[in-house]
């Protein structure tokens, strides 16, 4: 059988392209077919990725690049006992993927002995996600030029503000299969927005973003309105003395530094010595309350506000997990190694993280506040202590002092040392939880804003 006449290159210009270039469940379990029918390892594993990207950037008010990018791969991890090895290919043919067998079996057995190595999963049965639009995967580059003017005519129209973002849309799938029967799919469309826009006196910054797996449900002309705003009210920012205060953090900032919570909720970890959620005296903290009782923290790839691939890496199911309820740490995640290893159930490596909220608006919040601070977002976060979470970064793109429940300036950037256990445990108020932009840990991402007390600011920043 050859290759899927759909994977040859079609111009980006066709609306239907992301349609013809992202493999179908059916191709891709061909192709899967077709790999193993080659194969006379013990077991072979064959993971694929398709996708195309469209996307449009622009700076300095003037559209800058816009482009298209196809792909495909296969990953073919072949193994003899404990042995194994992987070998990747962008080249679907027989010819091609029956050397890429061939190459994978060969290093394979050169391998040394794994001792964590697993047998091949068997059939699964897997959740039905519906991450995928077609609204999202046939957008045209005049549909992402069009959401790009919503920033660049108010700013051009400004003539003291300058307009830098990027539009980048998606469609994707990702398979897995192997010997024993195992076969997942999932395909998803993506849109995401973001946007800085800088003054020209070089004081002021303001930065805003979106994304969702539906493009029709992003607002560009909002978006663009609330990072010019920002620019505007960031102008000639002031220094305050750093310390602790009480601080405002939007979703975006509270993204950054709660996903982490489930990134260090590894039983191996902590069943190690090696995590926040050690014991004193051995064991983990399961059944403990850890943060403020107002704190339930998820993962779960059928929630319509995260639709994510309902399985990991390994092809395990992907369900609704529930980290953290009312403040308790009520679970933590098992790769199958160390749920063998435990006897327990593996759960599988999250894919989404949401944090649940309540009711308050930006703006309660800043009412009720006689001093404090409101964080647009955070960047270059560092990891300074894992046993607490313990992390450093920088505020950035709009940082406000509060004065009697009202934005009184603009304020230079800060330094932090904070971490996510410690800030919602000084939790005061809870805002609706909404999709963020994308954080430096990646993924789908939905979080609230809130309200903290004694947020510990260490020092200035000069940057803007």
């Given at each position: 059988m050859s290759a899927p006449k759909r994977l040859i290159p079609a111009t980006p210009r066709h609306a239907a392209v992301a349609n013809a270039n992202v493999l179908t469940r059916d191709e891709a379990q061909a192709i899967v077919g077709r790999a193993i029918g080659f194969s006379k390892a013990e077991s072979v594993r064959v993971t694929i990725d398709s996708s195309y990207q469209g996307n449009v950037r622009f700076a300095a008010n003037q559209m800058s690049t816009s482009g298209g990018v196809i792909n495909a791969n296969v990953v073919i991890e072949s193994a003899f006992g404990p042995k194994h090895a992987?070998?990747?290919?962008?080249?679907?043919?027989?010819?091609?993927?029956?050397?890429?067998?061939?190459?994978?079996?060969?290093?394979?057995?050169l391998a040394p002995d794994d001792p964590e190595s697993m047998p091949p999963l068997g059939p699964q049965q897997y959740a039905t996600v519906q991450g995928w639009f077609d609204g999202t995967a046939n957008l045209t580059p005049d549909d992402r030029a069009r959401a790009a003017l919503t920033a660049l005519g108010p700013a051009r129209d400004a003539r003291d503000?300058?307009?830098a973002g990027y539009i980048v849309t998606s469609a994707q799938s990702?398979?897995?299969?192997?010997?024993?029967?195992?076969?997942?799919?999932?395909?998803?469309?993506?849109?995401?927005?973001?946007?800085t826009v800088r003054t020209s006196d070089g004081t002021g910054s303001g930065w805003a973003g979106a994304d969702d797996n539906d493009w029709s449900k992003i607002n560009f002309a909002?978006?663009?309105?609330?990072?010019?705003?920002?620019?505007?009210l960031s102008r000639s920012p002031v220094a305050i003395e750093p310390g602790r205060y009480t601080v405002i953090l939007e979703p975006q900032a509270v993204a950054d530094l709660v996903q982490l919570l489930v990134f260090y909720a590894d039983a191996r970890s902590a069943d190690e010595g090696r995590s926040p959620f050690v014991k004193q005296g051995g064991g983990n903290k399961i059944g403990e309350k850890l943060v403020d009782s107002r704190v339930t923290l998820i993962s779960d790839?059928?929630?319509?506000?995260?639709?994510?691939q309902p399985y990991d890496g390994d092809g395990l199911p992907l369900g609704r997990q529930v980290w953290i309820e009312n403040g308790v740490l009520?679970?933590?995640?098992?790769?199958?190694?160390?749920?063998?290893?435990?006897?327990t159930t593996p759960t599988g490596f999250p894919s989404s993280v949401k944090m649940l909220g309540g009711t308050a608006s930006l703006d309660d919040m800043i009412r009720s506040t006689p001093r404090g601070v409101l964080v647009t977002r955070l960047w270059y976060l560092r990891e300074v202590d894992p046993r607490t979470v313990l992390y450093t970064g920088l505020t950035r793109d709009g940082t406000f002092l509060i004065e009697n429940g009202k934005i009184a300036k603009a304020i230079r950037n800060l330094r932090f040392n904070e971490s996510p256990l410690f800030m919602l445990?000084?939790?005061?108020?809870?805002?609706?939880?909404?999709?963020?932009?994308?954080t430096e840990a990646g993924?789908?991402?939905?979080?609230?804003?809130?309200?903290?007390?004694?947020?510990n600011f260490t020092s200035l920043s000069e940057a803007v």
């Open positions: 992987a070998v990747t290919t962008n080249d679907l043919s027989d010819e091609a993927l029956r050397r890429t067998v061939e190459q994978s079996e060969v290093l394979a057995r503000l300058a307009a990702n398979a897995i299969g192997n010997k024993a029967g195992q076969f997942a799919y999932h395909r998803s469309t993506t849109a995401n927005y973001t946007l909002e978006v663009s309105k609330r990072a010019i705003d920002k620019a505007r790839p059928t929630d319509p506000d995260l639709s994510s009520k679970q933590l995640y098992y790769s199958r190694f160390w749920a063998q290893k435990s006897n445990n000084n939790l005061e108020m809870l805002g609706r939880p909404m999709r963020v932009a994308g993924g789908a991402v939905v979080m609230p804003p809130i309200k903290v007390r004694d947020f």
